[in-house]
């Protein structure tokens, strides 16, 4: 195994969010679509920072367990069928991280309080609890996401879809800073940036520099504070 290999890279992704504080006890998944087939790559229930590379599984997209000894979640459903009406999507987080859920629970989108809050300017999309369903209605909330990236999940938490892991993850950790920043601001009476061509600017400077970056400086971190996630990794 190597460090591009997707188990790997995989369990690295769930420790740089628990790192940065997106914690989600040991529910909350990361996975990636398996190229050609009808079937993706996910973490199991366990805490975050306890992922190592063979604990990730391969499902189908019927949630049939293809490779691997862990059990499969019942709420890698609706990873599933995101890929299945979202072609262009590589990648699923669902995170439970503090400040992000607090957000949610106002049932507004995550304001522009910040630079890092204009990755998601105009893509975020709301989902509410119907009642109709125990858990999380897989239907509804794919519906809600549409073609946007990410979904702010009414008392719940989040998903975030990107064409790559690497996209994924960090913007995963950079929403919930986002949320931080809203809830912040709230308190002290902070003003929202509203200039459209500003924050468009923004979006696509950090989408372009900062985000590759990010994952390559998450790696750097991992190698000092989390060496037993690199024992499997070939010399």
Same mark, same amino acid.
């Given at each position: 195994?190597? *460090? ?51 604990? *990730? ?13 862990? *059990? ?88 975030? *879809? ?74």
């Amino acid at each position: 195994m190597d *460090v591009d290999d997707v188990r790997f890279k995989i369990a690295a992704a769930r420790r740089m969010m628990y790192r940065e504080g997106v914690d989600s006890q040991t529910a909350g998944h990361v996975s990636v679509r398996a190229a050609g087939e009808d079937a993706f790559w996910a973490t199991p229930f366990e805490y975050f920072d306890e992922t190592l590379p063979d604990h *990730v599984i391969k499902v189908s997209f019927d949630l049939e367990l293809l490779e691997g000894s862990w *059990v499969a979640s019942p709420a890698l459903a609706f990873h599933a069928m995101t890929y299945r009406r979202r072609p262009d999507v590589n990648s699923v987080v669902h995170h439970h991280g503090h400040y992000t859920s607090v957000i949610a629970g106002t049932g507004r989108p995550i304001g522009q309080h910040n630079l890092v809050a204009t990755l998601f300017w105009q893509d975020q999309a709301l989902s509410f609890d119907t009642g109709e369903e125990s858990s999380v209605d897989d239907e509804a909330l794919v519906a809600a996401l549409g073609d946007r990236n990410v979904v702010l999940i009414h008392n719940h938490g989040c998903l975030v *879809v990107a064409a790559t892991l690497e996209a994924a993850t960090i913007k995963a950790i950079l929403l919930e800073k986002a949320a931080r920043y809203d809830f912040d601001a709230q308190i002290v009476g902070g003003k929202e940036s509203d200039i459209p061509a500003r924050l468009e600017s923004l979006k696509f400077n950090l989408e372009k520099y900062m985000l590759p970056e990010m994952w390559a400086a998450h790696m750097r971190r991992l190698r000092r504070s989390d060496p037993e996630l690199f024992e499997q990794i070939a010399d």
